[in-house]
Nanobody, 122 residues
Framework: VQLVESGGGLVQPGGSLRLSCAAS????????MSWYRQAPGKERELVAA????????NYADSVKGRFTISRDNTRNMGYLQMNNLKPEDTAVYYC????????????????WGQGTQVAVSS
């Protein structure tokens, strides 16, 4: 099982980034995919999740209306479009996958990526 994130970087407040997550080694289309983030000195938090077929999404209140999670099961790819970024969005962002939504919610998915750094600063 492998999840590899990309697309992080430094962006000014109000800017946008699109994170990608490449999945391999498992049947991605059967798994819930999620994005988490961890800021320095803070606990890891769930940012967004999407069901296996992409029909249902869930967002943290802090990112609703600004972030959009999506997936392309034909390419084994997941995405997180982040718009109107704020300094408080600065964190390492991780993608993860699990077949249990409970595990997603309790921040204990079976598979994690290595993370990609997002920094929002002027």
């Amino acid at each position: 099982v492998q999840l590899v994130e990309s697309g992080g970087g430094l962006v000014q407040p109000g800017g946008s980034l699109r994170l990608s997550c490449a999945a391999s080694g498992f049947t991605f289309s059967r798994y819930i995919m999620s994005w988490y983030r961890q800021a320095p000195g803070k606990e890891r938090e769930l940012v967004a999740a999407i069901t296996s077929a992409g029909g249902i999404t869930n967002y943290a209140d802090s990112v609703k209306g600004r972030f959009t999670i999506s997936r392309d099961n034909t390419r084994n790819m997941g995405y997180l479009q982040m718009n109107n970024l704020k300094p408080e969005d600065t964190a390492v962002y991780y993608c993860a996958a699990d077949q249990s939504f409970h595990n997603i919610l309790i921040i204990n998915p079976g598979s994690w990526g290595q993370g990609t750094q997002v920094a929002v600063s002027s």
